[in-house]
């Protein structure tokens, strides 16, 4: 194994972190550090403890983990002989929640987000068992203040992934050390393990590191332009494409760089969603929710002949389960009830942090009307929103259910950081001709090109419809299971052959919950968000410290070794638009969408925010 060992321990753990990191000088990868703070308190949203529970560790199929599950709970951490990965308290220096030991869901104790899945490798056949990430990872909040944690389901994780990937792979290649490797033997073959047995194990974990460092290695000499995205971030749709179209393919000509990190989102009301994704791309929640699960590596073979093409790993049934508990019964219908009933948002807890002044509130409630439901429609409280013409109307193919048209405000009118928008609208991928995906735009020998989003459209569609043809679920049932929605994919809005890059803007109930805010994550606080971009801009945002600020309504921004600046000099970064600023005929501003708000307005504004 000496040729491991010609690269220094730190380089390898760099290459191992793949392009996390590269080009950007505020990357802390590695030194970021959350503290945990006391007991936590779960929000009420409308689920029992046996919902929470379950939702925590349900697995969608991934192995996002290069490793077998007994593999991660034997790793100890980088330098530290003494601690293991698996600890909670270690966990939680990147954000993740610890959750309590469960027989049934969380029988080692794992943090909420993390599943163990059993499952048969759709490319050789064999059985494996699987570590993965799991739709808890980083859609579930934690908001400290005053020593008091409040626990958010489906609110957004401020967890860095970067900064864990770096750490997992430091603590593989350090597995290969002698001294480490005899503890990490021990704890997975037992003490009595036969020596053919630890030859097959080392080769095993050599194979892992190598394939790790190709994998990382290519993401680094094709990522040139990647931002790191820290705390809270990531670049979701440009990791799924480098996952599904470059690594499962085996088409490096396919990684392209992180240029887009977005804030994790929050996800009550999202099934009632017309279109999801801050850029409002796809129609489906299957395809958005199979998608997800293929971009955080469920396996899927696509030429091998030990099954047929398409067959994965990914759970659909557990997908359909975990939507049903965001969306609420079958049968329910936002619309006519006037309220959601599967996941709700949470409300202001004014026995934890202060009182809402009502008055002041109200003052902001006026404001609400003139200035912000434009976009974001009427306040989910009033008879507007529930009565409103945003409801589209109930149809056979929609199994009677009305969905929430939202509005698509263009990029250049909003002014925010257009990188998600655009960058997934200007992506192609090259694919192999025989897969047979249909929509291509061009060739390039014997592949085809596509538009991006719309082939993992496809490419998702085909591998969630090999599940149903395994599966054979009654055809009504496939109408249900895919939300009663028609595999749309778009990149932008207006004709097809001319669309333009937009972003949606959805309601605002339990915002005050949801930090740090634009899609991209670059202003920490409400309050900040409706300053004007001079006063904005001189508030550097530094993600991680998970304190509460119930005055601007945001995390506290702590600069520090411990934390990540977003640098929002950068593409990507920005933290325009949005703006309510002066009119000035000589000096246009882009992205302005309303008149100077003055402090005290924002303040009413604010505290009316909380109300939601």
Same mark, same amino acid.
Not at 290 to 301: D, F, L, P, S
Not at 504 to 517: H, M, N, Q
Not at 569 to 581: I, Q
């Given at each position: 194994?000496?040729?491991?060992?010609?690269?220094?321990?730190?380089?390898?753990?760099?290459?191992?972190?793949?392009?996390?990191?590269?080009?950007?000088?505020?990357?802390?990868?590695?030194?970021?550090?959350?503290?945990?703070? /006391?007991?936590?308190?779960?929000?009420?949203?409308?689920?029992?403890?046996?919902?929470?529970?379950?939702?925590?560790?349900?697995?969608?199929?991934?192995?996002?983990?290069?490793?077998?599950?007994?593999?991660?709970?034997?790793?100890?951490?980088?330098?530290?002989?003494?601690?293991?990965?698996?600890?909670?308290?270690?966990?939680?220096?990147?954000?993740?929640?610890?959750?309590?030991?469960?027989?049934?869901?969380?029988?080692?104790?794992?943090?909420?987000?993390?599943?163990?899945?059993?499952?048969?490798?759709?490319?050789?056949?064999?059985?494996?068992?699987?570590?993965?990430?799991?739709?808890?990872?980083?859609?579930?909040?934690?908001?400290?203040?005053?020593?008091?944690?409040?626990?958010?389901? /489906?609110?957004?994780?401020?967890?860095?992934?970067?900064?864990?990937?770096?750490?997992?792979?430091?603590?593989?290649?350090?597995?290969?050390?002698?001294?480490?490797?005899?503890?990490?033997?021990? +704890?997975?073959?037992?003490?009595?393990?036969?020596?053919?047995?630890?030859?097959?194990?080392?080769?095993?974990?050599?194979?892992?590191?190598?394939?790790?460092?190709?994998?990382?290695?290519?993401?680094?000499?094709?990522? +040139?332009?990647?931002?790191?995205?820290?705390?809270?971030?990531?670049?979701?749709?440009?990791?799924?494409?480098?996952?599904?179209?470059?690594?499962?393919?085996?088409?490096?000509?396919?990684?392209?760089?992180?240029?887009?990190?977005?804030?994790?989102?929050?996800?009550?009301?999202?099934?009632?969603?017309?279109?999801?994704?801050?850029?409002?791309?796809?129609?489906?929640?299957?395809?958005?929710?199979?998608?997800?699960?293929?971009?955080?590596?469920?396996?899927?073979?696509?030429?091998?002949?030990?099954?047929?093409?398409?067959?994965?790993?990914?759970?659909?049934?557990?997908?359909?389960?975990?939507?049903?508990?965001?969306?609420?019964?079958?049968?329910?219908?936002?619309?006519?009830?006037?309220?959601?009933?599967?996941?709700?948002?949470?409300?202001?807890?004014?026995?934890?942090?202060?009182?809402?002044?009502?008055?002041?509130?109200?003052?902001?409630?006026?404001?609400?009307?003139?200035?912000?439901?434009?976009?974001?429609?009427?306040?989910?409280?009033?008879?507007?929103?529930?009565?409103?013409?945003?409801?589209?109307?109930?149809?056979?193919?929609?199994?009677?259910?009305?969905?929430?048209?939202?509005?698509?405000?263009?990029?250049?009118?909003?002014?925010?950081?257009?990188?998600?928008?655009?960058?997934?609208?200007?992506?192609?991928?090259?694919?192999?001709?025989?897969?047979?995906?249909?929509?291509?735009?061009?060739?390039?020998?014997?592949?085809?090109?596509?538009?991006?989003?719309?082939?993992?459209?496809?490419?998702?569609?085909?591998?969630?419809?090999?599940?149903?043809?395994?599966?054979?679920?009654?055809?009504?049932?496939?109408?249900?299971?895919? /939300?009663?929605?028609?595999?749309?994919?778009?990149?932008?809005?207006?004709?097809?052959?001319?669309?333009?890059?937009?972003?949606?803007?959805?309601?605002?109930? /339990?915002?005050?919950?949801?930090?740090?805010?634009?899609?991209?994550?670059?202003?920490?606080?409400?309050?900040?968000?409706?300053?004007?971009?001079?006063?904005?801009?001189?508030?550097?945002?530094?993600?991680?410290?998970?304190?509460?600020?119930?005055?601007?309504?945001?995390?506290?921004?702590?600069?520090?070794?411990?934390?990540?600046?977003?640098?929002?000099?950068?593409?990507?970064?920005?933290?325009?638009?949005?703006?309510?600023?002066?009119?000035?005929?000589?000096?246009?501003?882009?992205?302005?969408?309303?008149?100077?708000?003055?402090?005290?307005?924002?303040?009413?504004?604010?505290?009316?925010?909380?109300?939601?």
């Amino acid at each position: 194994m000496k040729h491991f060992w010609t690269i220094s321990a730190a380089a390898a753990a760099a290459l191992l972190g793949g392009c996390d990191g590269a080009d950007d000088a505020n990357g802390n990868a590695g030194g970021n550090a959350v503290t945990a703070a /006391g007991e936590g308190i779960w929000l009420e949203q409308g689920w029992s403890p046996a919902d929470r529970a379950w939702y925590h560790h349900a697995g969608q199929g991934t192995s996002t983990f290069p490793v077998q599950f007994s593999w991660f709970l034997a790793l100890e951490q980088p330098d530290n002989p003494n601690g293991l990965m698996r600890d909670p308290a270690y966990l939680d220096r990147f954000g993740f929640i610890s959750s309590p030991t469960d027989a049934e869901n969380n029988p080692h104790g794992l943090p909420v987000g993390f599943a163990g899945t059993p499952a048969i490798n759709p490319r050789t056949g064999r059985e494996i068992k699987q570590i993965g990430f799991t739709c808890a990872a980083c859609h579930t909040g934690r908001i400290d203040y005053q020593g008091k944690q409040m626990l958010i389901d /489906g609110g957004p994780g401020l967890v860095d992934l970067g900064a864990f990937r770096t750490e997992l792979g430091k603590a593989l290649l350090q597995t290969l050390k002698p001294e480490n490797f005899r503890r990490f033997a021990a +704890r997975v073959l037992g003490p009595k393990a036969r020596p053919d047995q630890l030859i097959a194990l080392k080769l095993a974990l050599a194979d892992t590191v190598k394939k790790g460092l190709g994998e990382a290695l290519a993401e680094r000499l094709h990522g +040139r332009g990647t931002l790191v995205e820290g705390f809270g971030r990531l670049d979701a749709l440009n990791r799924i494409g480098n996952e599904v179209f470059a690594h499962q393919m085996g088409r490096i000509d396919n990684l392209r760089p992180l240029t887009a990190p977005v804030a994790y989102p929050h996800i009550w009301d999202t099934h009632w969603f017309d279109w999801v994704q801050y850029n409002g791309s796809i129609e489906q929640p299957m395809v958005r929710n199979a998608g997800e699960a293929m971009g955080v590596r469920a396996i899927v073979n696509y030429t091998d002949p030990a099954t047929p093409p398409f067959t994965s790993t990914v759970r659909v049934d557990n997908l359909y389960e975990i939507e049903r508990k965001l969306a609420g019964p079958v049968e329910s219908n936002p619309a006519v009830d006037r309220q959601f009933k599967g996941l709700r948002p949470p409300a202001w807890p004014e026995d934890i942090l202060p009182k809402i002044d009502r008055a002041l509130a109200a003052r902001g409630e006026i404001l609400y009307r003139e200035r912000c439901q434009g976009c974001h429609l009427p306040a989910m409280g009033t008879d507007a929103f529930w009565t409103g013409p945003h409801w589209l109307p109930g149809t056979p193919e929609t199994g009677g259910h009305r969905y929430l048209r939202l509005t698509m405000v263009p990029v250049d009118k909003i002014g925010t950081d257009p990188a998600q928008a655009v960058d997934m609208k200007a992506r192609t991928v090259k694919v192999d001709s025989r897969l047979g995906l249909p929509n291509r735009v061009g060739t390039a020998g014997r592949d085809n090109v596509y538009g991006f989003g719309r082939a993992l459209g496809d490419l998702v569609e085909r591998v969630v419809d090999r599940w149903y043809a395994d599966a054979k679920p009654p055809k009504l049932d496939r109408a249900l299971l895919n /939300g009663y929605r028609p595999n749309g994919i778009r990149d932008g809005i207006g004709p097809s052959n001319a669309t333009i890059p937009a972003y949606k803007a959805r309601p605002l109930d /339990g915002i005050w919950a949801t930090a740090p805010f634009l899609h991209n994550g670059s202003v920490a606080t409400l309050y900040d968000l409706l300053s004007p971009y001079e006063e904005r801009n001189r508030v550097p945002v530094w993600l991680g410290n998970r304190e509460f600020d119930p005055v601007k309504v945001g995390y506290v921004s702590v600069p520090g070794p411990r934390y990540f600046r977003v640098d929002t000099t950068r593409r990507g970064n920005w933290n325009t638009g949005h703006l309510f600023e002066r009119k000035d005929p000589n000096r246009p501003v882009k992205g302005r969408i309303g008149d100077y708000l003055e402090p005290e307005q924002r303040r009413a504004l604010v505290e009316y925010l909380k109300t939601l």
